[in-house]
């Protein structure tokens, strides 16, 4: 079974959730184009680090969700890597666009559909998950990120997929 981020439920608000994410471990690169696009290019260079195209030749076992967020021109994807693994036990990359971070976790608004991953999809749950901390008051801390769960194989209509967005505090 697929290894995910886990976290902690602070409150089931109907509509959308807040959660508490632990701190976690992110190898990510930055690809211009569409979600799509960007997504495929930076799947395939992720995919072939943890698949032991590494500096050290070591494997490492997929996790999900595959996060991808959107930059000036293109999109960050990131994988989260297994939280058995610290900063030090990270094989190095000579794929220079590769690059690791420590992320301190913190709190975030989630809201959960199905369907294809497509950016029109996500942008539309992005935007309706904004509207509903608006109305609630809840002050948002960065850019939305998408995560998705399921590989290609899954049925659309079974794929779990995810907004979350940073919250203040």
Known sequence: MTEKLGYQLIENLGAFEIRQYPPHILVSTNESGSMS???SQSFRRLANYIFGGNNAGKSIAMTAPVMQAKKEEGFVTSFVMPASMSMS???????????????????FAAVSFSGLASQPLFDSEAKALKEALAKKKIEIAGAAIYARFDGPWTPFFLRHNEVLIPLQG
Do not use: I, R
């Open 37 to 39: 696009t960007a997504g």
């Open 89 to 107: 036990q990270m094989p190095s990359s000579s794929d220079p666009t590769l690059s690791f971070s420590e992320h301190p976790g913190g709190k």
